[in-house]
Nanobody, 121 residues
Framework: VQLQASGGGLVQAGGSLRLSCAPSKRLFSRSTMGWFRQAPGKEREFVGRIRWVSGSTYYADSVKGRFTISRSNPENTVYLQMNSLKAEDTAVYYC???????????????WGQGTQVTVSS
């Protein structure tokens, strides 16, 4: 499977953006789709994840209450809705696929190409 991420851009602090991640083929029941981000000079960090079949989600504390992950089965797409954006949310955002329910980057086997999100203060 390949992942195509899109939707990044420039937004003012307090604004919103929605990122999309489209797998190249239908996902199966054990699939988890995760979002990670990497700011300049920092390591990639976990943002949130969603279980493809059940829709269960889990978020990093830094984004809880501001970011929402959802998926559309008909469109075969995962979304990351980001509200109340802050300057510290500026990063390249990546979607990843895993067969486990995990926050560990190493357990994601396929990655999208990344999309830049820049929040101006």
């Amino acid at each position: 499977v390949q992942l195509q991420a899109s939707g990044g851009g420039l937004v003012q602090a307090g604004g919103s953006l929605r990122l999309s991640c489209a797998p190249s083929k239908r996902l199966f029941s054990r699939s988890t789709m995760g979002w990670f981000r990497q700011a300049p000079g920092k390591e990639r960090e976990f943002v949130g994840r969603i279980r493809w079949v059940s829709g269960s989600t889990y978020y990093a504390d830094s984004v809880k209450g501001r970011f929402t992950i959802s998926r559309s089965n008909p469109e075969n797409t995962v979304y990351l809705q980001m509200n109340s954006l802050k300057a510290e949310d500026t990063a390249v955002y990546y979607c990843g696929h895993s067969t486990g329910w995990t926050t560990r980057e190493s357990e994601y086997d396929v990655w999208g190409q990344g999309t830049q999100v820049t929040v101006s203060s």
